[in-house]
C-alpha cells in the first residue's frame, strides 16, 4: 500500500463561483504564475480564495490582485502579504490580443479556476468576460432550477 501525504494533494482545483454568476466568459486562457515562498505550500493545502481577485495589465504584463493565499503556517521567513499582485505567465501575442479588447469593447480579465498540473506546476485560469445584467442572473437561476427539478424527476 502506497504512503499518501494527506497534507498535500496534487489533485487540487480552486474555482471562483462567483465569477461565473456575475460575468458572461467569452474567452478563457491557461496561464502560469509567479509565486514566492512558501505559497505553493499554501495552494496544495487549499488555502487560496479566488473571490475577490482580478486581473490587469500594466506595462505589456499581466496580474492577478486580490486573489488570497493564506501564508504557509510552518513556515519561519518571509512572511508574504495574502492579496499581494502576482504576476500570470502569457506570450506577448495573447497579452496584446486581451489589452485589445479589454479597452475596445469594455470586457474585463477574470480568473476562474487555480489548479495544479502533474509536474507540480500552478496554473491559473482567466477569462474574457462580459458583466452580466440582473435578468440574465435571474435566467440563469431559474434555469438551475428547472434542471435540478428534472433530476430530481428522472431519479424517482
Known amino acids: 500500500m502506497k504512503n499518501k501525504n494527506t497534507r498535500f494533494s496534487n489533485d487540487i ?30 495552494i496544495r493545502e487549499g488555502k487560496v ?14 496580474y492577478i490582485k486580490g486573489m488570497r493565499i493564506s501564508p504557509y503556517l510552518n513556515t519561519s521567513f518571509n512572511i508574504l502579504e495574502p492579496t499581494r499582485e ?5 506570450h506577448s501575442r495573447e497579452i496584446s490580443k ?3 479588447k479589454s479597452e475596445e469593447q469594455g470586457l474585463t480579465l477574470v480568473p476562474t479556476k487555480l489548479y495544479m498540473i502533474k509536474r507540480g506546476l500552478v496554473k491559473v485560469e482567466i ?6 445584467k440582473l435578468y ?17 424527476l428522472k431519479l424517482i
Open 13 to 42: 482545483q480552486i474555482r471562483n463561483k462567483k465569477a461565473s454568476y456575475e460575468y458572461e466568459f467569452l474567452e478563457k486562457y491557461e496561464t502560469g504564475i509567479v509565486l514566492e515562498g512558501a505559497e505553493v505550500k499554501s
Open 49 to 62: 480564495s479566488l473571490q475577490e481577485g482580478y486581473c490587469f495589465i500594466k506595462n505589456n504584463q499581466v
Open 86 to 90: 502576482r504576476k500570470l505567465l502569457l
Open 98 to 100: 486581451l489589452k485589445e
Open 127 to 132: 477569462a474574457l468576460a462580459k458583466g452580466k
Open 136 to 152: 440574465d442572473k435571474r435566467e440563469n437561476i431559474k434555469k438551475k432550477d428547472q434542471d435540478r427539478e428534472l433530476k430530481r
